[in-house]
């Protein structure tokens, strides 16, 4: 069974930072789209960020460009979303998905994801 693990979420005041990992021991990320969803409490499930490297580029949700950071460690098979200067609208569970390569154009739709983790969740205080 494929299976997705989040962690480092946590609480913390407004203008602080976190980092969330994703790892798993059974999908090789670097052949699937990795990225990034946030939920907050009765709103949809939002695309914050996705990065393959088949793409080189990661891309970004306007409402965290500048902000937050993806990146990978493929020898550890985790993929990592830096967050800095968090706001009290970053409140969500952040979840981490995998994607085929081949519709890596269509990554802000949940729909077309393959694999999810359990998500993990952040609380920005203001």
């Known amino acids: 069974e494929v299976q997705l693990v989040e962690s480092g979420g946590g609480f913390v005041q407004t203008g602080g930072s976190l980092r969330l990992s994703c790892t798993s021991s059974?999908?090789?990320?670097?052949?699937?789209?990795i990225a990034w969803f946030r939920q907050a409490p009765g709103k949809d499930r939002e695309a914050i960020s996705c990065?393959?490297?088949?793409?080189?580029?990661?891309v970004y949700a306007d409402s965290v460009k500048g902000r937050f950071t993806i990146s990978t460690d493929i020898a550890k098979n985790t993929v990592y979303l830096q967050m800095h200067n968090l706001k009290p609208e970053d409140t969500g569970v952040y979840y981490c998905?995998?994607?085929?390569?081949?519709?890596?154009?269509?990554?802000?739709?949940?729909?077309?994801?393959?694999?999810w983790g359990q998500g993990t969740q952040v609380t920005v205080s203001s």
């Open positions: 990065m393959s490297s088949r793409i080189g580029k990661p």
């Open positions: 059974a999908l090789a990320f670097d052949d699937y789209g």
């Open positions: 998905a995998a994607l085929p390569v081949s519709v890596l154009s269509l990554w802000m739709m949940p729909s077309i994801y393959d694999y």
